[in-house]
């Protein structure tokens, strides 16, 4: 991986299946596109870079326990662990760990309701973490 200042994880697929109905298929790439893969960009920006900002956006479903996305909400919870564990790592080190933990979000993966976030507003969280280097972790939701 190149030298670069900020790795931004947002990549994420739904699942909604339950689980004793759930497709393996479908929980492998759940697993690998929210969970895996963030896990493999962050040691690999560790390694090729001394200092920096990881932001991985997780999910609310961390707070609540959604019974019909199981296997979403434990990809989301392993990235909000990991998360955590690398903001513990390296603290007092260089490189910067940040959680955006966005609620109900406005986008293909949901269901449509009048609590929703936009995806612009996580952009702006985005930014506003990326300026203020006190800021580890960022609960956004709608009013």
Known sequence: MPQ???LINNAAVDNRDLLEDADYEKIIETINVNLIS??????QFSKANKNGTIINISSSCIK?????SIVYSVS???LHKLTDLMMQYNYG???????????KTNTTMSDKSDLMIEPNE?????????KNQNINQIFVKSL
């Open 64 to 68: 609540t326990n959604r019974t019909n």
């Open 76 to 78: 989301k919870f392993g």
């Open 122 to 130: 996580v952009a702006e969280t985005v930014e506003i973490a990326l």
């Open 4 to 6: 670069c200042d900020v």
């Open 38 to 43: 963030p896990m493999i960009l962050c040691a």
């Open 93 to 103: 080190k260089p490189t910067r760990v940040v959680e955006i933990i966005p609620g």
